[in-house]
């Protein structure tokens, strides 16, 4: 009953920006934490950076300065500059949902979109 869609990946030369976004919809009553994850081949999935409802944020080390995320609601966007082809991976939203004020509908992860930086 949660869906998380995910948009904005897709290729940029070295230096260029992209900006992703996550629509987070379906049986919803709040979300605490929306944040976003990325994946290279051969490589565990790590956080890139999440928000809280209250606005708090936390980044990688890595993207620290280049990219940004913000929040509208239910939406979470990553503003990505200075992209360097270390960035290249799939790109996955993640949210914890409350479907009520007394029930956790779970940990959702949105499918991924690819974002690749070629040099």
């Known amino acids: 009953q949660v869906q998380l869609v995910e948009s904005g990946g897709g290729l940029v030369q070295a230096g260029g920006s992209l900006r992703l976004s996550c629509a987070a919809s379906?049986?919803?009553?709040?979300?605490?934490?929306m944040g976003w994850y990325r994946q290279a081949p051969g490589k565990q999935r790590e956080l890139v950076a999440a928000?809280?409802?209250?606005?708090g944020t936390n980044y990688a080390d890595t993207v620290k300065g280049r990219f940004t995320i913000s929040r509208d609601k239910n939406t979470v966007y990553l503003q990505m500059n200075s992209l360097k082809p270390e960035d290249t991976a799939v790109y996955y939203c993640?949210?914890?949902?409350?479907?009520?004020?007394?029930?956790?509908?779970?940990?959702?992860w949105g499918q991924g979109t690819q974002v690749t930086v070629s040099s």
């Open positions: 993640n949210a914890d949902v409350w479907s009520s004020r007394s029930y956790y509908s779970g940990n959702h």
């Open positions: 928000i809280t409802r209250g606005g």
């Open positions: 379906g049986s919803i009553f709040s979300i605490n934490t």
